[in-house]
Antibody
Framework: EVQLVESGGGLVQPGGSLRLSCAAS????????MTWVRQAPGKGLEWVSV???????NYADSVKGRFTFSRDNSKNTLYLQMTSLRAEDTAVYYC?????????????WGQGALVTVSS | DIQMTQSPSSLSASVGDSVTIICRAG??????LNWYQQKPGRAPKVLIY???TLHSGVPSRFSGSGSGTNFTLTISNLQPEDSATYHC???????????FGQGTKLEI
């Protein structure tokens, strides 16, 4: 059974840093595209970043230069390192698996991790 | 970046009705358009991928159509459990950037 479990969310001051983790089971993360999607309170979904099976990454303009998406293949775990955090980064962050079979749709999501940026 | 625009932002309907949600892409995306359903406090679930293919286990009252820049999600014979927010997403960009529409909140 495929599972994605995020951790590491919490309250952080503006300008601070936080690292989210996403532990995967039931599949191998380095065989798939994996992505982070966030949702600010009461707002829609915003794509944040993707890591390819090759290990290369891509980012939304809103987080480029501040967020880093990485993975530890030995732990089958993904990480989102977030620095220089702003109030507008406050959101639930979802770790998710992209399906090539489903033409790039996301077929599995984690439960989400809440990040609150506030003084 | 490919912009995705959904309409309406919200709508209300009754059990048994049919509703259509529109999603427009800022440039042609072939059929790389996906639809998700999200209920409060839960992660989204994929309903339709490739513009018109129903994901496994999704009721047949959900249907999708379109290609290029204009897409629709139609829900027929609405049921109370269809109350949710619906999101469109493009998966066409290279390199991948999985842009979402703003979402449509459906109240039954």
């Amino acid at each position: 059974e495929v599972q994605l479990v995020e951790s590491g969310g919490g309250l952080v001051q503006p300008g601070g840093s936080l690292r989210l983790s996403c532990a995967a089971s039931g599949f191998t993360v380095n065989s798939h595209y994996m992505t982070w999607v966030r949702q600010a309170p009461g707002k829609g979904l915003e794509w944040v970043s993707v890591i390819y099976d090759s290990g290369s990454t891509n980012y939304a303009d809103s987080v480029k230069g501040r967020f880093t998406f990485s993975r530890d293949n030995s732990k089958n775990t993904l990480y989102l390192q977030m620095t220089s955090l702003r109030a507008e980064d406050t959101a639930v962050y979802y770790c998710a698996k992209v399906s090539a079979i489903l033409k790039g749709a996301i077929d599995y999501w984690g439960q989400g991790a809440l990040v609150t940026v506030s003084s | 970046d490919i912009q995705m625009t959904q309409s309406p932002s919200s709508l209300s309907a009754s059990v048994g009705d049919s509703v259509t949600i529109i999603c427009r892409a800022g440039q042609r995306i072939s059929f790389y358009l996906n639809w998700y359903q999200q209920k409060p406090g839960r992660a989204p679930k994929v309903l339709i991928y490739g513009a018109s293919t129903l994901h496994s286990g999704v009721p047949s009252r959900f249907s999708g159509s379109g290609s290029g820049t204009n897409f629709t999600l139609t829900i027929s014979n609405l049921q109370p459990e269809d109350s949710a927010t619906y999101h469109c997403q493009q998966s066409y960009s290279t390199p991948p950037m999985y842009t979402f529409g703003q979402g449509t909140k459906l109240e039954i």
